[in-house]
């Protein structure tokens, strides 16, 4: 069975303050490891899709980077507008592989 | 369309009623997923269609949950019998292919009171 575990839960950080999140997965076969943003209210906004260990994406002030067991996302010199959830999700070559697993998510807030 | 849209954003019902909700996904996406999510959880598989077919409904949780996607395009999502914990918000996503990304919906949110 395919698990992801996101941490930390809750993240709070100051206007510009660095920092990265973390998603460990279990997964038979990775086919794909997808990062999301949610906003309260909202339905998940897709970010990122990484394939293989070692590969990283970047879009803005965000990047995502994959290793054999666990993924990043980091952010870089955040904004109030970076404040969100964050999921990872996994998508493996077992059965039911169309299915993405997800984690809980880290809530991030950005302080003024 | 734009985006996939949801229909309805809220819906309260009564503990016992019928409720169906609707998902129009992305024009040309072949792939449809349902979701359900509960506050403070990811959102957790349901059922995937390939074009017409329910391709897998293993994350239905009871028989009381069905979904139909009769021409290809827009999906319903029907619950029989609500119960309040099915209460939670209700995610529609589709994509080209099932390797390819998928974009959800705003969600519905569904209160059984």
Do not use: M
Request: glycine letters at 10%; hydrophobic letters at 30%.
């Amino acid at each position: 069975e395919d698990q992801v575990t996101q941490s930390p839960e809750a993240l709070r950080l100051q206007e510009g303050e660095s920092s990265s999140l973390n998603c460990s997965y279990t997964v038979s076969g990775l086919r794909g490891l997808f990062w999301y943003r949610q906003d309260p209210g909202k339905g998940p906004e897709f970010l990122f899709t990484l394939y293989s260990a070692g590969e990283e994406k970047e879009k803005e002030r965000l990047k995502a980077t994959l290793t054999k067991k666990e993924s990043f996302l980091h952010i870089t010199a955040p904004k109030p507008e970076d404040s969100a959830t964050y999921l990872c999700a996994v998508q493996g070559s077992g059965a039911g592989s169309y299915q993405l697993t997800f984690g809980k998510g880290t809530k991030l807030s950005v302080i003024p | 369309g734009a985006g996939v849209s949801q229909t309805p954003s809220n819906k309260v019902t009564e503990k016992g009623k019928y409720v169906e909700l609707r998902c129009d996904p992305i024009s040309g996406h072949t792939a449809l997923y349902w979701y359900r999510q509960s506050l403070g959880q990811g959102p957790e598989f349901l059922i995937y269609f390939q074009g017409t077919g329910a391709a897998d409904d293993s994350g239905l949780p009871n028989d009381r949950f069905f979904a139909v996607r009769p021409e290809g395009s827009v999906s319903t999502l029907k619950i029989q019998r609500t119960e309040r914990g099915d209460s939670a918000v209700y995610l529609c996503a589709s994509s080209w292919t099932t390797n390819t990304e998928a974009f959800f919906g705003q969600g519905t949110r569904l209160t059984v009171v």
